[in-house]
Nanobody, 122 residues
């Protein structure tokens, strides 16, 4: 089992940057795929990015080139560096984990954090 806690959200102006962290605990962190999802007001939750333990990644087209995911297995932590933020990036960001592959559907993720709010102003 894995427990996930996100942090680092906040209010930032368009064009700015934020770095989100997801701290994990549990016996099998290193073997899990870690992903980030987000949900804007009135919209469905959507896939942002995921990373495997070996470093392979998958990015949503909307964030590719602006966001970077990384993980430190020794620290049981995954990061999301967000640059060139846009108002469209405003959402609650969730850290999630699954024991399989770089799935983009939330249905495959077994564990979820509580979410952290990211607000990008014009």
């Amino acid at each position: 089992q894995v427990q996930l806690v996100e942090s680092g959200g906040g209010l930032v102006q368009a064009g700015g940057s934020l770095r989100l962290s997801c701290a994990a605990s549990g016996r099998t962190f290193s073997s899990y795929v870690l992903g980030w999802f987000r949900q804007a007001p009135g919209k469905e939750r959507e896939f942002v990015v995921a990373i495997r333990s070996g470093g392979n990644t998958a990015y949503a087209a909307s964030v590719k080139g602006r966001f970077t995911i990384s993980r430190d297995n020794a620290k049981n932590t995954v990061y999301l560096q967000m640059n060139s933020l846009k108002p469209e990036d405003t959402a609650v960001y969730y850290c999630a984990a699954n024991g399989g592959s770089l799935y983009q559907s939330e249905a495959y993720y077994n564990y979820w954090g509580q979410g952290t709010q990211v607000t990008v102003s014009s």
